[in-house]
T-cell receptor, first 110, second 117 residues
Framework: QKEVEQNSGPLSVPEGAIASLNCTYSDRGSQSFFWYRQYSGKSPELIMFIYSNGDKEDGRFTAQLNKASQYVSLLIRDSQPSDSATYLCAVSNTGNQFYFGTGTSLTVIP | DTGVSQNPRHKITKRGQNVTFRCDPI?????LYWYRQTLGQGPEFLTYFQNEAQLEKSRLLSDRFSAERPKGSFSTLEIQRTEQGDSAMYLC???????????????FGNGTRLTVT
């Protein structure tokens, strides 16, 4: 079983809609959770991080964490064509190791 | 904060040659990570430094790979006797590192794309 699992997609949403990206992880000791956006041919760019159960909002982005279910999600409100990218979920434990999922490809259709 | 800098951006080499990549982290960051990423995959951990100490190295990493971080500043990743399977994007990331329970985010450089012919 992989440490971090994501649906590879592709996920397509119309412009202005909410995009929902999901991630599950296997290590119950995980404490830190991150979402990165990666455009084709570019390096990952940090969008959000979350440490505690519940929701964390930053502009159009909301990260949701449920440690009991070992589940973390990213919601993108008012999706824009510029949001089209691959979204990587990363999980870290106290051992300073970061594990990445394979990413979900998102396409926002104008 | 000038960000994480990696050089070169692209490297094309012939099988069997040695290559070396450089990473300059964000200046106040004491942790430095190297990852490798191939098409359609997430970044794969290679090795990690805290200051000048190499604290962890992936068990998947061949002994052809070596990394250094002299004086806890920039880092180099060397691949000896390159193989076609080494073709990938090599990513460097740095972080502040925090207290006992949480890790601060990784900040990635632009990567070095290696092509082995």
């Amino acid at each position: 079983q992989k440490e971090v699992e994501q649906n590879s997609g592709p996920l397509s949403v119309p412009e202005g809609a909410i995009a929902s990206l999901n991630c599950t992880y296997s290590d119950r000791g995980s404490q830190s959770f991150f979402w990165y956006r990666q455009y084709s041919g570019k390096s990952p760019e940090l969008i959000m991080f979350i440490y505690s159960n519940g929701d964390k909002e930053d502009g159009r982005f909301t990260a949701q964490l449920n440690k009991a279910s070992q589940y973390v999600s990213l919601l993108i409100r008012d999706s824009q064509p510029s949001d089209s990218a691959t979204y990587l979920c990363a999980v870290s434990n106290t051992g300073n190791q970061f594990y990445f999922g394979t990413g979900t490809s998102l396409t926002v259709i104008p | 904060d000038t960000g994480v800098s990696q050089n070169p951006r692209h490297k094309i080499t012939k099988r069997g040659q040695n290559v070396t990549f450089r990473c300059d982290p964000i200046s106040e960051h004491n942790r430095l990570y190297w990852y490798r990423q191939t098409l359609g995959q997430g970044p794969e951990f290679l090795t990690y430094f805290q200051n000048e100490a190499q604290l962890e190295k992936s068990r998947l990493l061949s002994d052809r790979f070596s990394a250094e971080r002299p004086k806890g500043s920039f880092s180099t990743l060397e691949i000896q006797r390159t193989e076609q399977g080494d073709s990938a994007m090599y990513l460097c990331a740095s972080s502040l590192g925090v207290g006992a329970h949480y890790n601060s985010p990784l900040h990635f450089g632009n990567g070095t794309r290696l092509t082995v012919t």
